[in-house]
């Protein structure tokens, strides 16, 4: 860990390149590592490890982790920390890539969001410590080899299973190491809190390493347009840090920080039932527009909810699975600036202009 990130490291300044090491490995210069690394023990004794791979540049620079799975049944993550580890030319990395695609382990094999064991969660087990409760000691194993060694993380994750969000970043803006690395994502929204106790990107940046986590689509799926969008996020930020220096930094077009000032909330269905969900994620919705309906088995008229937007607003998370009981979620709305939805509305205006453009050049096939 190093103090000096605000600045782009420059190879010049920095010196040689180190070696990486961890308890009992050693990743030098010029090299990668696909490591299976022992963090607790099953009922039979046998080794639970998790899946690492090391990428050492050449060029000395900054280290990053990229991690995935903290829960166990949020897959898109996965999906991108392995393109970037193994798709990605690195032959001119200046700094260190750690890469952790599963740390969850126990949860990933049971396609659970938490440890089995207890239903502990690991997100709110880090930093960890050792001779504690068996997530705490999983989390201290990881912690401690492959996070506390890092500059900067990214933790991916999904919307709890049975809902989607639209990807977003969410980060501890007042942070000003963490907020660099939350703009260089690229995403269109930032959600600003420190986030929970326990949480790696929490944990990670009270220790000194600015972590963001990213928010991205549905439990149990890979989805590649949002993969190809996070890895858009990767790159910006890589680019930003100067481990890429060849390649340049992304601007998403339009961005807001959400913080206490903004209007947002999460909308709550007040009759049990099944839901016609008529919004999607990333969506803008006016107030007063229908966001979804509520019916019983029967369609009966006296019993139909329609729910409205309360404010006009981004539809950042939204329930796919079409069933609740009252007071489950329907989605997340947040409010945006004047700025932002002009920007917003371009944006649509433009997009939808682009889609018709293309209707009427594949009409004339
Ligand atoms: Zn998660």
Redesign the pocket.
Known sequence: MSDDIDEPPDSSDVGDAEPFTYNGGRVDPGESANIRYGISETYLGDPVRIPVTVINGEHPGPTVFLSAA??GD?LNGIEVVREVAHDWDHSNLHGTLICLPVMNVHGFLAQERYLPIYDRDL?RSFPGRAGSTSARRMAHQIFTNFIEPCDIGLDF??STRGRTNMLHVRANMENSKVARVAKAFSSNVIIAGEGPSGTLRREATQAGIPTITIEMGEAHRFQRQLIDRALTGVASVLAEFGLHPESSVHWPGWRTIIDDDNEKTWIRADAGGIVDMKRGRGELVKEGEVICVITNPFKEEEDIVTVEAPFTGLIVGVLENPVVYPGNPLCHLVGLSPDTLTALERERTTDRSRADRRTSESTLD
């Open positions: 903290a829960h949020e997100n994750h999904t």
